[in-house]
């Protein structure tokens, strides 16, 4: 039977999983399935327990929106005092529509457009976090263009093995992400010559999923190492951004805790006075959130037993594509545990659309199954593969619950396709 201690909003009440106090039941019978279901209180628990691991610093925590950004989370973090990691326009018009001050918005990415840089200038952001040459000279020419100075980073990358997944792993000397650690310096030196930028902090993130301290303090110690060289180069660095990166519980992970996280940190940092800043996101909302989903079919093949369920990869794409652990918990409580064995799977065609494998459930078609772990990369990796609409978001809080966002309907997904090309003949009949 799946362990739910990493989930302590997670409980059953006469049989039926409850997330707080809300059932599960019931909000599939009110909203349909699949459906992505939040706790505001696990949210909360998660930002303020970050917060006041760090409380003896001035210390921003700026929630990176990728991991899920919808409107109504971002307004509650807002007001939580969160600032935000951005990366793209889109995810700042989302910010600021949720009521984000610009004053608390740091810019990473490593492709930032000018129409980006730009608005990202009127709007007053924090800080740019700068990941290559071409882009520190853009963002200086932009600001040069707009008559602002541009406040910014460079995103180091410490050449760290953060021992994650491959594909969230982002400070390894090969990587896309950041500048190379030895021409740090040189770039620095580079942008305090520059007119319409204003040298501010240094950054780096070295991955995602990491469940060992080693590589946050090798990092960190190479960050601090850089800065007191820039000091005798004149540079100033007035903050440190450490990036996201804490895992999470899936499974079994033994995690770290936040307490030996700013332990760990907080004592290496004392020759650095200035503010800190992070850019957690799974560890902000990848618990607090699941996917609630409905058996459609079992079916048998000679070597494995499938559940069909209505949710897919569409929905949550992180077990497709990296592999990844999903804990799945039976809705109603089953009365022993289920000695059958069988492979999660979606409707959408493609053989890689399995949400959960080889996992011991009591499962008939009806019966709803919660994917747990789903609050981060769940929803905002969502697509609309195979026509199918994305699934709504409800926020329950003690007895309450919310609509934070409507399934998408037939006409919102094909409003962008009635051109006026598609209103003409098709083409076949006027050639
Ligand atoms: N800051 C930067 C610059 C990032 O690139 C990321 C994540 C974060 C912060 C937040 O990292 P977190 O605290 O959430 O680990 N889709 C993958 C994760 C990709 C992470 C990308 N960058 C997954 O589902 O596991």
């Not at 059953?12 to 009110?30: C, F, G, I, P, R």
């Not at 610009?102 to 990941?131: D, M, R």
């Not at 950041?178 to 021409?183: E, K, L, Y």
């Not at 501010?200 to 990092?219: N, R, V, W, Y």
Request: aromatic share 8%.
């Amino acid at each position: 039977m799946a362990n739910l201690t990493p989930f302590p909003e997670l409980s059953y009440h006469d049989n039926q999983l409850h997330l707080d106090e809300v059932s599960l039941t019931k909000l599939a019978e009110l909203y349909g399935t699949p459906l992505y279901v939040y706790s505001y209180s696990a949210l909360v628990k998660a930002y303020n327990d970050f917060k006041d691991a760090f409380k003896t610093r001035d210390t921003l925590i700026c929630y990176a929106v990728k991991a899920n950004g919808n409107l109504s989370l971002l307004r509650e973090l807002a007001n939580l005092g969160a600032g935000f990691d951005i990366v793209s326009m889109g995810e700042l018009q989302r910010v600021l529509q949720a009521g984000g001050d610009p004053q608390k918005i740091v810019f990473s990415g490593v492709g930032k457009s000018i129409e980006e840089i730009n608005y990202a200038l009127k709007t007053n952001i924090f800080c740019f976090n700068i990941e290559s040459e071409q882009e520190l000279y853009r963002i200086n020419e932009c600001a040069l263009n707009l008559g602002k100075k541009a406040s910014i980073s460079f995103r180091v990358n410490p050449d760290v093995d953060p021992m994650t997944h491959p594909y969230i792993s982002t400070g390894l000397k090969n990587s896309k992400f950041g500048v190379p650690f030895d021409t740090a310096i040189e770039l620095y030196r580079k942008a305090h010559l520059l007119s319409h930028v204003q040298i501010k902090g240094i950054d780096c993130h070295i991955g995602s999923q990491i469940t060992e301290l080693e590589p946050f303090i090798e990092a960190l110690e190479r960050i601090l190492e850089l800065i007191l060289k820039l000091n005798d180069h004149g540079i100033a660095i007035s903050h440190l951004d450490l990036g996201g990166g804490l895992g999470i519980t899936y499974k079994n992970e033994t995690i770290i805790s936040l307490n030996d996280y700013a332990q760990a940190l907080l004592s290496r940092l004392n020759n650095f006075n200035g503010q800190l800043i992070f850019e957690p996101g799974r560890r902000i909302i990848g618990n607090s959130g699941l996917l609630l989903t409905r058996v459609e079919y079992l079916k048998q093949s000679p070597d494995h037993n499938f559940a069909i369920v209505d949710a897919a990869m569409n929905d949550l794409v992180r077990p497709s594509l990296y592999d990844a652990w999903h804990e799945v918990v039976e809705v109603k409580k089953p009365a022993i545990e289920s000695n059958q064995f069988f492979d999660v799977v979606g409707p959408v065609c493609e053989t890689g659309d399995i949400l959960a494998s080889n996992r011991s459930l009591e499962a008939q078609p009806k019966d709803l199954l919660a994917i747990l772990s789903a609050g981060a990369y769940g929803s905002s990796m969502g697509s609309n593969y195979n026509a199918r609409p994305r699934a709504p978001e409800v926020l329950v809080f003690q007895d309450q619950h919310y609509l934070i966002s409507r399934r998408e309907s037939h006409e919102e997904l094909t409003q962008r396709e009635l051109t006026d090309f598609f209103n003409l003949p098709p083409l076949s009949k006027i050639i």
